[in-house]
């Protein structure tokens, strides 16, 4: 009972603080109520360098989690054979509210030994002048060029935060359906983003076969789902993206304003995906937001695909991707990023953003949010691959892959491969990108709950949740296995854009 009470006390007086916080805070401070962003568990924590000297190096297969300050250039180093190609992938993320201009972002190039760019691509927050992840990858590919960038040896990450306030925004491009880059300084861009980062090596493959990208495919837009949806939360990062099959499905709790939900698909080789995302209609506030809902698209390795966007009245609206050509690894070769974009088989994700110049017009209150997805086509067979891709099956879809999409479990993605690279830099992430969908959708709940207390009349049901929680907590290994240790959990498994080579 003393230990117990403890837990009591703790309680009381962490519910004590809260009251008295949530007194003193207005109320109207929504982007405070909305989830994190979820890093992928057991990702390793490090420091990005200002020169290429001392860079730390990333291992094929990882995850990552850095952060980068306003003007901010950093290198990471990789060592590549001569063999497989490399992905890279950054994910910056802002805090949530934080303001931003249009052509606010990030870039991610990958580089030889000799600064020679083997690609690059710049992703900035676009026309919806929202804060929220945005992603941008590079790679280097064997055979693309004939004089750089080829053969094995060191390379670099470099990883640049781009826009109007840090004077690098002169970009000319988004890579946003709609909208030109524009925008102007703004405060959010003297903050410190985090950084989720990715590296993905795939092997070589087989001779033979077409080496052309298609110069034609079905690009009707299928017949739309209908019927009753399914339920299905989204997640709050590309690690916590809830799985998701051919179907209607609707999100419980909706999106508000200033919230970013992913979801992933898994698509087989020669699949075509088609998606659209439906914004709910609303009776509360009045007026129009231009470009107030986005939804990109991105693939296996977090490359971008493409995205929508939709304006906002308060009537139902929707997004939709334009018809994308089948899954093939000749895709690669083409110039156009929606088709070189659906080179791999594997999970592609979808981003969902509604920004937050919507809570003006329509206030805090979470809009319905309907996703319709379909799959045409039959799965086949890979390109054949030499090896196998680091992290392992991360260009296939399996059973287990198909089950999980059906039944909302979670599948094995990049987000949680390996073991967090080892060494001596620190690991985060415990609990926070556990992989687990449903898990997400209830921390989003508890979120928008704690938002409630900060009006000030639900403090006590605030308290009262917290105190379960704790006692909850202490409880289960308890009662559950009073005589011997518990064995150690094993670890788990596994927007706007422009892109230059």
């Known amino acids: 009972m003393g230990r117990r009470t403890v837990w009591w006390r703790a309680a009381a007086a962490v519910g004590a603080a809260l009251c008295a916080t949530t007194a003193a805070i207005p109320s109207a401070v929504a982007a405070d109520a909305l989830t994190p962003y979820s890093y992928a568990e057991g990702a390793t924590t490090v420091e990005g360098a200002t020169s290429s000297t001392g860079a730390v190096r990333l291992a094929a297969g990882e995850t990552y989690r850095s952060s980068i300050g306003p003007g901010g250039k950093l290198y990471y180093r990789l060592d590549l054979g001569a063999a497989a190609n490399a992905y890279v992938s950054a994910t910056a993320v802002p805090a949530a509210g934080a303001a931003v201009a249009s052509a606010d972002g990030v870039r991610v190039s990958l580089q030889d030994a000799d600064a020679h760019r083997c690609s690059y691509e710049t992703a900035r927050f676009g026309p919806t002048r929202s804060a929220h992840p945005v992603t941008a990858w590079a790679s280097r590919e064997v055979g693309s060029d004939e004089y750089m960038c080829q053969g094995a040896g060191v390379f670099y990450v470099v990883v640049e935060r781009v826009g109007t306030a840090v004077g690098t925004g002169t970009g000319t491009s988004t890579g946003s359906a709609s909208g030109a880059v524009t925008g102007s300084p703004s405060e959010g861009s003297s903050e410190e983003w985090g950084l989720e980062l990715g590296f993905v090596s795939e092997p070589a493959v087989t001779k033979g076969g077409p080496t052309s990208a298609p110069q034609s495919w079905n690009s009707a837009s299928p017949e739309g789902l209908s019927g009753d949806p399914e339920s299905r939360r989204g997640g709050s990062g590309f690690a916590t993206a809830s799985p998701v ?125 309907t996703l319709r997805v379909r799959l045409e086509g039959e799965a086949g067979a890979g390109p054949g691959y030499l090896g196998a891709s680091e992290p392992r099956g991360v260009f296939e879809v399996t059973g287990e892959d198909q089950e999980a999409a059906e039944s909302g479990a979670t599948g094995d993605t990049l987000d949680g491969a390996g073991d967090g690279g080892g060494g001596d830099a620190e690991t985060s992430g415990a609990g926070e990108g556990s992989g687990d969908s449903s898990g997400a959708g209830d921390q989003r709940l508890a979120m928008t709950v704690v938002a409630a207390g900060g009006i000030g009349t639900g403090s006590l049901l605030v308290l009262v949740l917290l105190v379960w929680t704790l006692v909850a907590r202490r409880r289960a290994p308890v009662d559950a296995e009073p005589e011997r240790l518990r064995p150690a959990a094993a670890p788990r498994g596994r927007h706007g854009a422009s892109r230059g080579r």
Do not use: C
């Open 245 to 369: 099959a051919q179907g209607v499905w609707q999100d419980e709790a909706g999106i508000r304003a200033g919230e970013t939900l992913f979801y992933k698909v898994p698509v087989g080789w020669g699949q075509q995906l088609y998606a659209t995302a439906e914004l709910g209609s609303t009776t509360g506030g009045d007026g129009y937001v231009g470009n107030a809902f986005v939804m990109s698209l991105y693939n296996p390795v977090r490359g971008f695909v493409d995205d929508r966007t939709a304006n906002y009245g308060g009537e139902q609206r929707s997004a939709s991707l334009d018809p994308l050509p089948p899954v093939a690894y000749e895709n690669r070769s083409s110039l156009d990023d929606e088709v070189s974009g659906m080179r791999f088989a594997g999970w592609y994700y979808l981003a969902l953003h509604l920004g937050t110049s919507v809570a003006d017009r329509f206030g805090d209150e979470p809009l319905g949010l």
